[in-house]
């Protein structure tokens, strides 16, 4: 038997247990795991409440993690765990993954690092390079600066050749963490903003039209961005932190023709997933890109699980077996 922490009861948090060794069928490969995240995705499918369905129980949560293959050779490995039923994921000592899951990581990369960065720094990646389109030279704003995937914005940002990048978050301390990471300004998003204050207040600190923003929020945020964006500027859209709708203006979007793109990490393709994986983990090995995480031991998977989803944390939780 090995360790892993078992889901039992969705809305509740997993608890330490023990699961047969896992056996990898055809295609598959052995993964002994060394860290895994505690992600926004393991705790919605976990809910019970995501368009995945209610999964079965009970099953080990990790929708991704890093770990060494037989040869000792460091990977990051992603899995279908409470999206598909019957499928343990990686918060456990060992598991068995599809090897189009399993990307090979460079010599010399933190694995907790990578176990934070993970998917989110594959959604920053991907939504600047593939459907935002970011070109040297352009103005940036980074709505949601304070999360793994805005802090991972910032720094791409700036290693995709931004001119300009403008971050935007609640909390001083995240503001301040995105001028660290790179930021050339760093906006308050408030309790009472509208549209209008917001765009003002983004005006003043682009310095000029903006020609592309990643939105991980909605709701007032996105709308008083398209209000800066350059004509023909675009804004990528993946996520609803803020709210699951909008108060976007018909004649905004048209009078400057704007676009508005959707993206998610589902549409990637098991190449491209391993190609933006692989340029994330080559910027952090190299030590060009970060993020704000917590290491927490495995045998405290169920508290952090609960810090985590409430919102207690520094950072991403990442835990190590």
């Known amino acids: 038997m090995i360790r892993a922490a078992l889901l039992t009861s969705c809305g509740a948090p ?13 295609g598959e490969v052995l993964v002994t795991v060394e860290a895994v995240p505690i992600t926004p995705l393991d705790l919605l499918c976990a809910s019970g409440t995501s368009y995945f369905g209610t999964p ?28 598909r039923s019957g ?3 990686g918060m456990a000592a060992a598991v068995a993954v599809p090897a189009d899951d399993v990307v090979a990581l460079p010599a010399g990369v933190p694995l907790t690092l990578m176990a934070a960065l993970g998917l989110s720094a594959v959604a920053a990646h991907a939504a600047l390079t593939v459907a935002g389109g970011l070109v040297p030279g ?17 720094q791409l940002a700036r290693l995709g050749g931004a001119r300009r990048v403008v971050a935007v978050a609640r909390s001083a301390a995240a503001r301040a963490r995105a001028e660290e990471l790179g930021a050339d300004a760093a906006v308050p998003l408030l309790p009472d903003d509208d549209v209008a204050t917001l765009a003002d207040r983004l005006r003043r ?19 008083a961005a398209l209000r800066v964006l350059r004509p023909g500027g675009r804004l990528v859209n ?15 979007l048209r009078s400057g023709s704007l676009r508005m793109v959707g993206y998610t990490n589902n549409a990637l393709s098991t190449r491209e997933r391993a190609a933006s994986i692989a340029a994330v983990a080559g910027h952090a090995a190299a030590g060009r ?15 952090a699980w609960s810090r985590q989803a ?12």
């Open 14 to 26: 997993p608890v330490l247990g023990e699961r047969p060794p896992p056996v990898p069928g055809d």
């Open 310 to 321: 409430t919102g207690a944390t520094r950072g991403r939780v990442v835990l190590v077996l």
């Open 205 to 223: 600190a682009t310095d000029g039209p903006v020609d592309l923003v990643l939105d991980p929020v909605f709701g007032t945020p996105a709308a």
């Open 138 to 154: 352009e103005r940036v704003v980074v709505l949601g600066a304070g999360g793994v995937v805005g802090q991972a914005a910032v």
């Open 238 to 252: 993946l996520g609803s932190s803020a709210g699951a709708t909008a108060p976007v203006e018909s004649a905004v």
């Open 56 to 83: 079965a129980t009970p099953y080990v949560p990790g929708v991704q993690g890093v770990g060494r293959l037989a040869d000792g050779g460091a990977v990051w490995f992603g899995t279908s765990a409470g999206m």
């Open 289 to 303: 890109l970060t993020a704000d995480y917590e290491v927490v031991p495995f045998a405290d998977v169920a508290d």
């Open 87 to 89: 499928v343990d994921g």
